[in-house]
């Protein structure tokens, strides 16, 4: 796996972690489509993607605009966008692209607009970024940001806490010091006003489970398996005392054991439509 310098993703690079995105985008794929009908994504849009990875999202939106809509998604990783490619080829969608570059600084061909590219950026400040954002993206545009709640139960290490397993320390600090902005979730009400856009609407949703069938166990140790380079070399916590291998299984075996329910970080959704 090799760890990334940018601040925006912190999970590195590699087949595993492609594989626990598309699971991720299994299990709140209803969050994702229910944010993106209400936002007011309908058949025809023009829908830019930011960080597509290995397509799941893009695909969601390809399917809600339709053959007469389109959809273009960015992305710096090209192995992930090669995935992508695959994807889109077997379902033989013809509304959707993929580019590999830095959103900051690529030219979004397919959402021309008198014959000029439009682009996106998203620099260090997010108003900013949001500001510059907005001209390629069509009314209805969305965003959906993780959020954390404002305890110490909000990384991904599991422990636990009365009748619930809930996460602790060790990967929201993994963030912080990585350089995610860990609270972009509750900074996203003013990330929209700074960039002139009106307030937005916005809910926090979580994926709270239980029972041995629950697909939450390794959907969170995933998440804690691919930080663990960056908890290791941050010297954070160590990977092996974690033993993430056997952590979903030991979280499922302690909750079923108790009766109790696992819920996982806060997902803060947020939109806004231009007058």
């Given at each position: 796996?090799?760890?990334?310098?940018?601040?925006?993703?912190?999970?590195?690079?590699?087949?595993?972690?492609?594989?626990?995105?598309?699971?991720q985008a299994a299990l709140i794929g209803p969050m994702t489509?229910?944010?993106?009908?209400?936002?007011?994504?309908?058949?025809?849009?023009?829908?830019?993607?930011?960080?597509?990875?290995?397509?799941?999202?893009?695909?969601?939106?390809?399917?809600?605009?339709?053959?007469?809509?389109?959809?273009?998604?960015?992305?710096?990783?090209?192995?992930?966008?090669?995935?992508?490619?695959?994807?889109?080829?077997?379902?033989?969608?013809?509304?959707?692209?993929?580019?590999?570059?830095?959103?900051?600084?690529?030219?979004?061909?397919?959402?021309?607009?008198?014959?000029?590219?439009?682009?996106?950026?998203?620099?260090?400040?997010?108003?900013?970024?949001?500001?510059?954002?907005?001209?390629?993206?069509?009314?209805?545009?969305?965003?959906?940001?993780?959020?954390?709640?404002?305890?110490?139960?909000?990384?991904?290490?599991?422990?636990?806490?009365?009748?619930?397993?809930?996460?602790?320390?060790?990967?929201?600090?993994?963030?912080?010091?990585?350089?995610?902005?860990?609270?972009?979730?509750?900074?996203?009400?003013?990330?929209?006003?700074?960039?002139?856009?009106?307030?937005?609407?916005?809910?926090?949703?979580?994926?709270?489970?239980?029972?041995?069938?629950?697909?939450?166990?390794?959907?969170?140790?995933?998440?804690?398996?691919?930080?663990?380079?960056?908890?290791?070399?941050?010297?954070?916590?160590?990977?092996?005392?974690?033993?993430?291998?056997?952590?979903?299984?030991?979280?499922?075996?302690?909750?079923?054991?108790?009766?109790?329910?696992?819920?996982?970080?806060?997902?803060?959704?947020?939109?806004?439509?231009?007058?």
């Amino acid at each position: 796996m090799t760890l990334q310098t940018d601040p925006a993703y912190v999970f590195g690079r590699s087949s595993d972690e492609y594989m626990r995105l598309t699971g991720q985008a299994a299990l709140i794929g209803p969050m994702t489509e229910r944010l993106f009908r209400d936002a007011g994504i309908t058949p025809g849009m023009r829908v830019l993607d930011v960080g597509s990875g290995v397509g799941d999202v893009a695909l969601l939106a390809a399917r809600l605009v339709g053959p007469h809509g389109s959809v273009v998604g960015v992305d710096l990783d090209g192995s992930a966008l090669q995935a992508a490619r695959a994807r889109t080829g077997r379902l033989g969608l013809q509304n959707l692209t993929f580019i590999e570059g830095d959103v900051r600084s690529a030219e979004i061909g397919v959402l021309r607009r008198g014959g000029r590219a439009a682009r996106a950026g998203l620099p260090g400040r997010p108003g900013r970024g949001v500001r510059r954002d907005r001209r390629a993206r069509p009314p209805g545009w969305d965003r959906r940001v993780p959020g954390t709640r404002p305890s110490p139960r909000c990384a991904l290490a599991i422990v636990p806490r009365g009748d619930a397993l809930g996460p602790d320390r060790p990967a929201v600090e993994t963030f912080a010091r990585a350089g995610t902005r860990v609270r972009m979730g509750r900074q996203l009400h003013g990330s929209y006003l700074t960039a002139g856009l009106p307030a937005p609407t916005m809910r926090e949703e979580a994926i709270v489970g239980g029972g041995p069938g629950f697909a939450g166990y390794a959907w969170l140790a995933g998440i804690a398996r691919s930080l663990g380079p960056l908890m290791d070399k941050l010297e954070i916590a160590s990977t092996r005392q974690l033993d993430l291998d056997t952590l979903a299984e030991r979280v499922r075996d302690d909750a079923v054991a108790r009766g109790a329910v696992v819920w996982g970080p806060a997902l803060i959704d947020a939109y806004a439509r231009r007058p």
